[in-house]
């Protein structure tokens, strides 16, 4: 289960390449990658800039994991971990129907996925889905 905590926290003790970089001089690199303008290893700002791309994708694969069964909460951290003032904006502009709405989406999923029964109808699940729709539109708004 992911954790809730969506701190972007530094890790502790060493960084170490993964299976495809290695370690030269320069910094990290990517195994076989070379700078196209020559044939050495990649240069050391390349090779920061490798190592800056492999811990925001470590970051990005922590928020999205959180994002299997995203109910209206684990939506409002992910957006916050990326803007506090957003995800507060969007905290006060789901309160009520929209996180119900999503919320049950999720819970529905849920009960179904163990085996449960759910008493859901036609015109429910439509509001469950415009909500849905709604929050989706409210983040899509933002980002455009």
């Known amino acids: 289960m992911p954790s809730d905590d969506l701190s972007l926290t530094p890790r502790k003790g060493p960084i170490r390449p ?17 700078d196209s303008r020559s044939n050495s290893k990649l ?5 920061v800039h490798n190592l800056l791309i492999g811990l925001v994708g470590d970051v990005l694969k922590k928020l999205l994991a ?3 069964l995203p109910n209206m909460e684990t939506i ?6 990326f803007d ?4 507060e904006d969007l905290r006060k502009t789901t309160e009520g129907k ?7 989406i999720v819970s529905n999923r849920n009960q179904i996925a ?11 699940l439509k509001d469950y889905y415009q ?13 455009s």
């Open 114 to 124: 163990h085996g449960q029964s759910v008493g859901l109808s036609l015109g429910t």
């Open 131 to 143: 909500s849905a729709n709604s929050v989706i539109g409210t983040i899509d708004g933002y980002l």
């Open 66 to 68: 959180t994002l299997l």
């Open 18 to 34: 993964n299976k495809d970089q290695s370690i030269h001089a320069g910094g990290w690199a990517d195994r076989g990658a070379s």
């Open 43 to 47: 240069s050391p700002s390349k090779s």
């Open 98 to 104: 929209l996180k119900d709405g999503v919320d049950s």
């Open 84 to 87: 506090k003032q957003f995800g």
């Open 76 to 81: 409002i951290q992910v957006v916050a971990a």
